[in-house]
């Protein structure tokens, strides 16, 4: 039986350009994702993701309008991701967890190697890069 999960996803752009973190560890370690993490009983998929990405990168965000949801299965996990537009409101971004970040303008979207789930949200996102 595959295991499921429920994550929230920052969508997190400055000066037109979305930020993009690397995996430091696990079984995805490498591949590029949006900064967010699994949804804890109790939490809204906001309120998971204002924990998550101050507990992985260090600052405080706020959370906007919600991009989208997918549902994607990879070989061992079923994930549903939430992905909301993000600012930064309070803090720096730093690399608590990550291996590396980027920031992508439109041009660049696709020069790193995404998790499978997160590539389903770029075309929504792009325009948003001009």
């Known amino acids: 039986m595959v295991k499921r999960v429920k994550v929230a996803a920052g969508a997190i752009i400055q000066e037109g350009r979305l930020l993009a973190a ?15 993490g699994k949804i804890e009983q109790g939490e809204t998929p906001q309120q998971a ?6 507990e992985e990168m260090g600052a405080l965000v706020e959370v906007g309008e919600l ?3 997918v549902e994607y299965t ?3 996990l079923q994930v549903t991701l939430y992905c909301f537009l993000c600012t930064v409101h309070e803090g ?3 690399l608590l967890e990550h291996e590396n970040a980027a920031w992508l ?4 979207l696709y020069d790193v190697e995404w ?16």
């Open 67 to 69: 991009i989208g949801k």
């Open 115 to 130: 998790l499978a789930a997160d590539i389903a949200l770029l075309d929504r996102l792009k325009p948003r890069l001009a």
């Open 105 to 108: 303008d439109q041009e660049h």
């Open 22 to 36: 690397q995996r430091g560890y696990g079984t995805y370690k490498g591949f590029w994702e949006f900064p967010g």
């Open 92 to 94: 720096v971004l730093k």
């Open 74 to 76: 990879y070989p061992e």
């Open 49 to 54: 993701l204002q924990r998550e990405i101050e």
